[in-house]
Nanobody, 126 residues
C-alpha cells in the first residue's frame, strides 16, 4: 500500500521555524516529482512548493519564496519543507503530494496529483 505520511507540524510563534517531513512507503518515489500544498480552514487547497526527482527544478508559491525551502532525500524516500520566518497567515494543514508524470517546472494543480498524504497542522501564533 502506497502511503505518504507527513510529520513535523505544530504550534510556533510568528517569526519561528518548523521543518515538515513527508515519508513515502509502499514503493520508491525517487523518480517522482513531489511537493506541498496547504489548506487553511474554510479555504481551498493551494500549492506551496514542488521539487523534481533530482532537485534540479524547484518551484515555490510567491507567498513563501525566500522563507520556505523544499528538499528531498531519495535514499530515505522523503521530502522536506523547511519553513522559516513563519507568519500567522501560514497557518494551515500542509499536505504532501506526488505525481507520476515527469515535471519540468510548470504550475501544479490539485487535479494533477496522483498521491496525497493525510496532512499535518501548522499553527502560527501572533
Amino acid at each position: 500500500q502506497v502511503q505518504l505520511v507527513e510529520s513535523g507540524g505544530g504550534l510556533v510563534q510568528a517569526g519561528g521555524s518548523l521543518r515538515l517531513s513527508c515519508a513515502a512507503s509502499g514503493r520508491t518515489f525517487s523518480r517522482n516529482p513531489m511537493g506541498w500544498f496547504r489548506q487553511a480552514p474554510g479555504t481551498e487547497r493551494n500549492f506551496v512548493a514542488a521539487i523534481n526527482w533530482s532537485g534540479s527544478i524547484i518551484k515555490y508559491a510567491d507567498s513563501v519564496k525566500g522563507r520556505f525551502t523544499i528538499s528531498r532525500d531519495n535514499a530515505k524516500n522523503t521530502v522536506y519543507l523547511q519553513m522559516n520566518s513563519l507568519k500567522p497567515e501560514d497557518t494551515a494543514n500542509y499536505y504532501c503530494a506526488a505525481v507520476n508524470a515527469p515535471w519540468r517546472g510548470s504550475s501544479w494543480s490539485l487535479n494533477d496529483m496522483d498521491y496525497w498524504g493525510q496532512g499535518t497542522l501548522v499553527t502560527v501564533s501572533s
